[in-house]
């Protein structure tokens, strides 16, 4: 089980309605506690060979699948495959670009079709897992629902996330704290939902030290020629 779906039941969160924006394989879904439980989930994923395997996979469970990339509009957009790291190619920045020297190769990219977040948000979301590559802010900025809990990606190695400040904006705006971070994503609570521990504030700190320093050391050994 994902470290979001442990923390949830840990402090006895609520939730009837869970949503993952970036599914990838099913087994590592980040929301696959909870479907599990048979909690309804809407589950997104760009690649439709993925999706067509997510609906396959989780049959029997009372989930919804949109075989759809998320985006700033609604029509086409061109997806460039890079395993679990797939993209958008119009996004400012994503992790395998800025980690792993990828480059977009007119081979490995396919049209997709793309969709504003409100057209699929019934506002009934309490719990959104959103990972896609730099794309995120997309999804908080047509977001119908104001979960619970919310996880996006915002960092890791040499990737900062493009839109981290709207991100944070649009949090404070909304009445969200961050709770907790691990490698790669940040986890918010709305206010009022939890109360982070004095454990986790400390845990919190640490983990924003060790983020900052991956940064740095990566920085450092990249203009030094070594990934």
Same mark, same amino acid.
């Given at each position: ?15 009837? #309605?869970?949503?993952? +924006? ?6 590592? /879904? ?8 048979? !909690? ?16 396959? &996979?989780?049959?029997? #469970?009372? !989930?919804?699948? #949109? ?17 679990? /790291?797939?993209?958008?190619?119009? +996004? ?9 020297? $990828? ?40 977001? +119908? /629902?104001?979960?619970?809990? !919310? ?7 040499? $990737? ?6 709207? !991100? ?7 009445? $969200?704290?961050?709770? &907790? ?6 986890? $918010? ?30 920085? +450092?050994?990249? /203009?030094?020629?070594?990934?």
């Amino acid at each position: 089980m994902s470290t979001l779906y442990q923390r949830v039941v840990e402090k006895g969160i609520t939730v009837s #309605h869970v949503c993952e +924006v970036g599914v990838f394989e099913p087994e590592t /879904s980040n929301v696959l506690g909870f479907i599990n439980h048979d !909690i309804r989930a809407t589950l997104v994923e760009a690649d439709p060979d993925i999706a067509r395997r997510v609906e396959q &996979y989780f049959s029997g #469970h009372p !989930i919804t699948v #949109h075989a759809v990339a998320i985006w700033d509009y609604s029509g086409r957009q061109k997806l460039a495959r890079a395993s679990a /790291s797939s993209f958008i190619v119009d +996004v400012k920045s994503s992790p395998t670009l800025a980690n792993d020297n $990828y480059r977009i190769d007119e081979a490995n990219t396919f049209d997709v079709d793309c969709l504003v977040f409100s057209a699929i948000d019934d506002g009934t979301i309490d719990l959104i897992s959103i990972d896609i590559e730099g794309g995120e802010w997309y999804v908080l900025k047509y977001m +119908v /629902s104001r979960p619970h809990v !919310i996880s996006i990606e915002t960092h890791g190695k040499n $990737y900062v996330n493009p839109f981290m400040a709207e !991100i944070a904006d649009w949090m404070q705006q909304n009445g $969200y704290q961050i709770w &907790y971070k691990d490698h790669t994503d940040s986890v $918010y609570s709305r206010q009022g939902v939890t109360t982070p521990t004095l454990m986790e504030r400390t845990a919190l700190l640490f983990n924003e030290f060790n983020i900052v320093f991956r940064r740095r050391k990566g920085r +450092v050994l990249k /203009s030094l020629g070594v990934r």
